[in-house]
């Protein structure tokens, strides 16, 4: 009796530090008081938060993001429909580059959760 083998993808969830920084970023961006642009329009940080996560979980369901780098590559930076920049304005600053304002945010947190040298 042959068996034949069959190649079932299989969905790889990314480390659970991973999961706990792009979370992290989620949350600092809904709770920062800042504005997140995309496509011309500025959004709240509740918005920009729920937009992202969908993002993530698209991304996620295909087995897109394996780092918090790739999830900023991949969601934080630019429209996946019109490959414009994101943008995020905070009060009292200029706008800037929504990848920046991630990865400035990621550093930090890794700053926070580090073990103490």
């Not at 500025?42 to 993002?55: E, N, P």
């Not at 304005?89 to 959760?113: F, I, Q, V, Y």
Request: charged letters at 25%; a positive charge; proline letters at 8%.
């Amino acid at each position: 009796m042959a068996l034949a083998f069959v190649a079932i993808p299989v969905s790889a969830e990314p480390p659970p530090e991973t999961v706990r920084e792009m979370e992290g970023l989620i949350d600092a961006l809904r709770d920062s008081g800042c504005e997140f642009q995309r496509n011309g329009r500025w959004y709240d940080g509740g918005r920009a938060a729920t937009h992202l996560r969908r993002k993530q979980a698209w991304l996620l369901e295909r087995d897109l993001i394996s780092s918090s780098e790739q999830f900023i590559e991949r969601a934080g930076s630019r429209s996946s429909l019109t490959g414009r920049p994101y943008q995020v304005r905070c009060p009292g600053a200029d706008p800037m580059p929504s990848a920046r304002w991630l990865n400035e945010t990621l550093e930090s947190l890794r700053a926070r959760t580090s073990p103490s040298r």
